[in-house]
Nanobody
Framework: QVQLVESGGGLVQPGGSLRLSCAAS????????MAWYRQAPGKERELVAS???????IYADSVKGRFTISRDNAKNTVYLQMNSLKPEDTAVYYC?????????????WGQGTQVTVSS
């Protein structure tokens, strides 16, 4: 199977920065897209940024110009650099990967990492 392990969350003041990392491991033969989602209390999970293999990056309007998604394909790792953080960015951030493992394409999710933006 496939495991996604996130790291890098925490508490930061408004205007600060954080970098999230997510490493995929297991019986992976190919990864198509990797992405970050977030879910704030009382709200639905939403896409923050997506980076398909060989495709165009997609960002939520609310994070454009502040967040940057990147991948290290050799390490099966995706990053989310978050700058100019705002209180409304507070949420649990989830890593997502669309992977082929044992001949089957499936969506996989990390356990989530808490990001809190507060003074």
């Amino acid at each position: 199977q496939v495991q996604l392990v996130e790291s890098g969350g925490g508490l930061v003041q408004p205007g600060g920065s954080l970098r999230l990392s997510c490493a995929a491991s297991g019986s992976i033969s190919r990864i198509n897209a990797m992405a970050w989602y977030r879910q704030a209390p009382g709200k639905e999970r939403e896409l923050v940024a997506s980076l398909p293999t060989g495709g165009r990056t997609i960002y939520a309007d609310s994070v454009k110009g502040r967040f940057t998604i990147s991948r290290d394909n050799a390490k099966n790792t995706v990053y989310l650099q978050m700058n100019s953080l705002k209180p409304e960015d507070t949420a649990v951030y989830y890593c997502n990967a669309y992977c082929n493992a044992a001949g089957t394409w499936s969506d996989y999710w990390g356990q989530g990492t808490q990001v809190t933006v507060s003074s």
